[in-house]
């Protein structure tokens, strides 16, 4: 007897004439998230599975394959042999095993089910009739009941073509969406904070491939503060798959807004510069869309009026996620990633630098732009995106 990890797609099942396209994205997600680990993935009769893994290892190729999207669900499953000579001594061995492990604890006796598959029609009895055979074998534990409809335990035996069979008791939940990479490439504004990491998650769920900026104001962002948004990254990229992130230097753009300006317009003027900066990399690295971690009303740059200032300077399509979520359900997602604690370690973030006292929260964008006359912007632009650096 072997233990193999069953993996079942989701959506992908769908999409017809690419559902080749999808699978083949799934099966390099599935073996990037997998690197480092012992084990075998491979594809048998219509279904992956991933074998040869030491027991010890079984938890953590769980762990990763939770966070691949596109895996619909997973179990992990005793494979045994079936001779059709045989009363399926193996199966029953495996039955037995799992039905003892869930009684240990169960007060009075377990309701129960056995599902048989049978896909090898060498076998001459039925599904229905291998299902009660082997369901006897778990009565004979002394400490189940079988009822059909309510039960406690469904046990699950699904017979192959090639003289195996897989069994098995748990569907774990799968990430769902779609495999990262086949709904073309996004760049991500990555701040510090909760809610952009979250904006990540969310788009890589619909299969965004994604690249990422983070605006930084040294000396008056530390090291630590860009070291916290790399952190980030890599937590996130569990769920993403690699994201190239680059770091462009903003001191000097806000220092020319900050003497250039009015100083309510400091924030709205800073959002145009990112958003033409993440535009220009986006493009560099051919992707269609831009992301932020926005959420309307959320603070006084987004707004709906801040955010057609910010949209007004976009050559390419935003994408905010987040747009209609409240913080506790933003926050709620940031826990369950594990992005929640870094974002709340208190670095200062380039925006949080020569804040205004009033920022204007519903700015009208003649004045923006006319506040802005004042400044270089092309030049302000390509200075900032010759000194981003890859992280
Ligand atoms: P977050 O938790 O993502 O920082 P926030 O509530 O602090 O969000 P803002 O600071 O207004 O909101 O930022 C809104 C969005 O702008 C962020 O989600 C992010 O996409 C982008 N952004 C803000 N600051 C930066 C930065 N320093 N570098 C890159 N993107 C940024
Ligand atoms: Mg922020």
């Known amino acids: 007897m072997e233990r193999v990890i069953v993996i079942r797609f989701g959506e992908l099942f769908l999409k017809g004439k690419n559902r080749d396209y999808f699978e083949s994205m799934l099966v390099r997600n599935i073996k990037w998230a997998l690197e480092g680990v012992d084990c075998v993935f491979e594809r ?23 966070k691949v999207f596109g895996i619909h669900s997973l179990s992990v499953a005793d494979k045994v042999a079936v001779r059709a000579d045989e009363d399926f001594p193996d199966i029953r061995a495996s039955l037995i095993r799992a039905a003892s492990e869930r009684a240990e604890n169960a007060e009075g006796k377990l309701r ?24 006897g074998s778990v009565l004979s534990l002394g400490k189940f009941k079988v009822d059909l409809t309510d039960y406690d335990c469904d046990f699950k035996v699904d017979i192959r073509e090639n003289g195996f069979a897989l069994v098995y008791t748990d569907v774990i939940a799968g990430a769902g969406g779609l495999p990262v990479g086949c709904s073309g490439r996004g760049m991500l504004l ?14 890589a769920k619909r299969g965004m491939r994604l690249f990422a900026v983070h ?25 993403t798959g690699r994201v190239k992130l680059f770091v462009v230097p ?11 300006c009015p100083a309510n317009f400091m924030i709205t003027i800073m959002r145009r510069f990112m958003m033409r900066i993440a ?3 986006a493009q560099r690295f051919e992707c269609g869309a831009v992301i932020t971690g926005e959420s309307l009303g959320q603070v006084a740059s987004q707004t709906v009026e801040s955010m057609t200032c910010t949209e007004d300077t976009a050559s390419l399509p935003v994408f905010r996620p987040l747009i209609g979520m409240d913080k506790d359900e933003i926050v709620d997602i940031a826990k369950r990633i594990g992005t929640f604690e ?8 380039c925006c949080t630098v020569f804040l205004p006292k009033s920022p204007v929260i519903h700015p009208s964008l003649a004045a923006v732009r006319k506040a802005e006359a004042a400044l270089d912007v092309e030049t302000l632009v390509e200075e900032a995106l010759a000194a981003a650096e890859e992280c």
Do not use: W
């Not at 991933?50 to 990763?64: H, K, L, T």
């Not at 870094?342 to 973030?349: A, L, R």
């Open 44 to 66: 048998s009769q219509g279904r992956y599975f991933v074998e040869n893994f030491a027991e010890d290892d079984c938890d953590e190729i769980i762990d990763r394959l939770k």
């Open 112 to 135: 129960f089910r056995v599902t048989v598959k049978r896909a090898d029609k060498r076998i001459p009895m039925t599904s229905a009739e291998i299902a009660a055979a082997l369901g």
């Open 190 to 203: 990555l701040s510090g904070g909760i809610d952009s990491p979250v904006a990540a998650y969310m788009m």
């Open 215 to 239: 605006f930084a104001s040294p000396p008056y962002t530390s090291e630590k503060a860009r070291e916290k948004v790399v952190e980030l990254k890599d937590i996130v990229s569990a769920y």
């Open 250 to 260: 903003f001191t000097e753009i806000q220092l020319a807004i900050h003497k250039n």
């Open 279 to 281: 535009c220009r990399l």
């Open 342 to 349: 870094t974002s709340i370690q208190p670095y200062e973030d």
